[in-house]
């Protein structure tokens, strides 16, 4: 990629692993774009040979950078973010495949909103043209982050702002990446973008989702739904995020119902034969409060918010973990 009147002020992070059978693709759908980024960077993330990429499946322009150790999403993406040049970041999964105006819309939304410095995509099921994979990251109150939308039919798509963006397709302005430390490499993957997108809310910084930047994502392309990885990570990060994040008074209001529910799941998941696998992600993250805990402290200190605004943009009704119902509000309805 080079600076032309096409491009684009912004690079993008794509962190491959086992993903021999969607890069290309994917790719391809970034030379297709009718607006350029100035760069995209690839890292091969420590695949097990066989299933990494090389030079050779690397187009025109785009930089491979290889890892022979895997660095989770979290570390990649930080490895990536370190070597950009530019004033925003694309994060895009390599199993996500972005329509021809991805980046157009990008443009468009950071000149319409100069303020925002985070952006989600829509996110469609591959495959399927009316099926949603997710508009944006809810946050319920039960502390269970889940995304919008997702297996659901596409109805109208509204813009508007959520409480985090999904990271398999997301913009970020690389100053504000680096002012909230990039994602924590604690978590390895699964749940990292919501703690940055908590924490970024937490520091003022809202995102607003956008309707017509739009992706096509396969969806758990490494590990799988239910792979114990998924399971594990999912788990024990989830209780990370809360730890970390919730604030003051609303810590304590949340608190019972989200160790009920952490409970509920754990023997619901004994349908599934991980009952003893999810018990090892909760000791885990147990016995890992005590650096938790010290993030937590700084990332209090430091809070803009009020934990009333933080509530407002959470979901309180039960059902919506089971329907996936949306949280879109007006951009410039910042509560309270």
Not at 4 to 25: E, F, N, P, Q, W
Not at 87 to 92: D, G, I, K, R, S
Not at 243 to 261: C, E, Q
Request: glycine letters at 10%; a positive charge.
């Amino acid at each position: 990629m080079s600076d032309t009147a096409d491009t684009v002020d912004i690079t993008v992070l794509i962190v491959a692993y086992k993903s021999v059978g969607t890069l290309t693709a994917c790719l391809a759908a970034l030379q297709a774009q009718t607006r350029a980024p100035r760069e995209v960077l690839v890292l091969e993330n420590g695949s097990p040979e066989g299933q990494r990429v090389g030079p050779a499946d690397m187009p025109s322009g785009v930089r491979l950078i290889e890892s022979e150790k895997n660095l989770g999403f979290a570390g990649g993406n930080n490895l990536l973010a370190r070597a950009a040049g530019s004033t925003w970041l694309a994060l895009l999964n390599p199993d996500a495949y972005a329509h021809p105006d991805w980046i157009e819309q990008f443009e468009a939304a950071r000149r319409k909103y100069p303020e925002i410095a985070l952006f989600g995509s829509t996110q469609f099921a591959a495959g399927k043209t009316d099926v949603l994979d997710g508009t944006g990251d809810c946050y319920h109150a039960l502390g269970l982050a889940y995304r919008s939308g997702y297996g659901r039919r596409a109805g109208p798509l509204a813009e508007g702002e959520v409480f985090a963006a999904c990271g398999a397709a997301m913009f970020i302005r690389r100053d504000v990446f680096e002012a909230l430390g990039g994602f924590d490499e604690r978590f390895f993957c699964y749940n990292e973008d919501v703690d940055l997108g908590y924490r970024a809310r937490l520091n003022g910084l809202p995102t607003v989702q956008l309707a017509a930047a739009i992706v096509d994502h396969v969806g758990y392309g490494s590990s799988g739904r239910r792979s114990e990885i998924a399971t594990y990570y999912g788990v024990r990060n989830r209780l990370w995020v809360f730890l970390k994040n919730t604030p003051g008074w609303l810590f304590w209001l949340l608190l019972p119902g989200h160790v009920a529910v952490t409970f509920a799941l754990w023997l619901s998941s004994f349908r599934f034969g991980q009952g003893a696998l999810f018990a090892r992600a909760i000791r885990d993250a147990v016995s890992g409060r005590a650096d938790i805990l010290a993030s937590r402290r700084e990332i209090q200190a430091n809070r803009r918010v009020s934990p009333m605004r933080v509530a407002r943009m959470m979901n309180w009704n039960p059902a919506d973990l089971f329907t996936r119902r949306a949280k879109v509000r007006p951009i410039d309805d910042q509560g309270a």
